[in-house]
């Protein structure tokens, strides 16, 4: 298909950003501690508005979307009262835990096989739930925050940011394709197949493709791992909820861009990070 060998022509013009799934395969870093390392710019956002103190001191806390648990344990370090992560895959529960080992926390984590749509936790039970890259992923979107809503404490409050899905690099594929913006100018049946075909390429390559691609109904394939969230999307869906916004931000890729963000059309394409803080 010519536009898959224009694509991976392109391709080879962009270095790829640094990905922690190639700084694990190169035996660089494992996926959780590139995550434990990034922990500080996870919140970077919501610093804005409040501090690390009000978000984890002794609170009982939920971060959706954990994968290896990284991130989740730099928030137990800041003193919560226990700190749950839940995600779908299940592999990354090991290598959570043996973090949580080594960092000297197990004692105020646990991992949580599941479905954020659907928790085993009773109504408000929790202080405090964080949504970092997260919103971008879950299947439904809105389910996930009526969810946290059943099971957030009154006045308890929902951490969520996101990069939108015409961000630079909004299509998650660049562990292997370092154009920006790629999925603007590509179909997703071009991007499905060259992700194939570079992602083969690595050791771990099948692994990454199960986890980026599934098969519809119809079986075709589409990409599983995000649902295309945007700004205008998410805005819509906090409407549908009960949540009162305390605190909403667009931060633009550069300061340069900032009145870009703000024209219809073309806005989505220059914000690097949705940010909002809700509380029930």
């Known amino acids: 298909m010519l536009s898959t060998k224009i694509c991976k022509a392109v391709n080879q013009l962009f270095p790829l950003p640094v990905h922690p799934f ?18 500080e710019q996870t919140i970077q956002f919501f610093l804005e508005k409040t501090t690390a103190h009000e978000m984890f001191y002794h609170k009982t806390v939920l ?5 290896a648990g990284g991130k989740t344990l730099y928030y137990a370090s800041k003193g919560v009262k226990k700190i749950y992560g839940v995600d779908v895959v299940e592999k ?17 984590f646990e991992f949580v096989l599941g479905d954020a749509a659907n928790l085993n936790f009773d109504d ?41 899905y015409h961000h630079p690099y909004g299509a998650h594929l660049s562990d292997v394709i370092g154009i920006p913006w790629v999925h603007l100018f590509f179909s997703d049946k071009t991007l499905i197949q ?18 980026r691609i599934s098969k519809d109904t119809n079986g075709k394939e589409y990409f599983s791992y995000i649902n295309k969230m945007t700004v205008k999307k998410a805005a819509n869906i906090v409407k549908q909820t ?7 931000r667009e931060v633009p890729l550069r300061q340069i861009f900032k ?14 990070m949705v940010v909002y803080i809700l509380e029930k």
């Open 242 to 248: 009960g949540y009162k916004i305390i605190y909403y």
């Open 63 to 67: 971060d959706i979307g954990c994968g």
């Open 92 to 108: 990354y529960q090991n290598e959570a835990e043996t973090l949580a080992e080594t960092k000297g926390l197990a004692d105020k």
């Open 194 to 211: 060259v992700y194939k075909e570079l992602a083969k390429k690595h050791p771990d390559g099948e692994e990454r493709i199960r986890f």
């Open 124 to 164: 408000n039970f929790f202080d405090t739930i964080i949504m970092n890259d997260a919103m971008e992923h879950v299947a439904q979107p809105l389910d996930v925050l009526k969810e946290c809503y059943r099971i957030l404490k009154p006045s308890g409050r929902l951490y969520v940011n996101f990069p939108p």
């Open 22 to 39: 190639n700084l694990q395969n190169d035996g660089i870093k494992t996926y959780a501690e590139w995550q434990f390392e990034k922990g």
């Open 259 to 272: 009145p870009l963000i703000h024209i219809p059309g073309i806005k989505e394409a220059f914000v690097k």
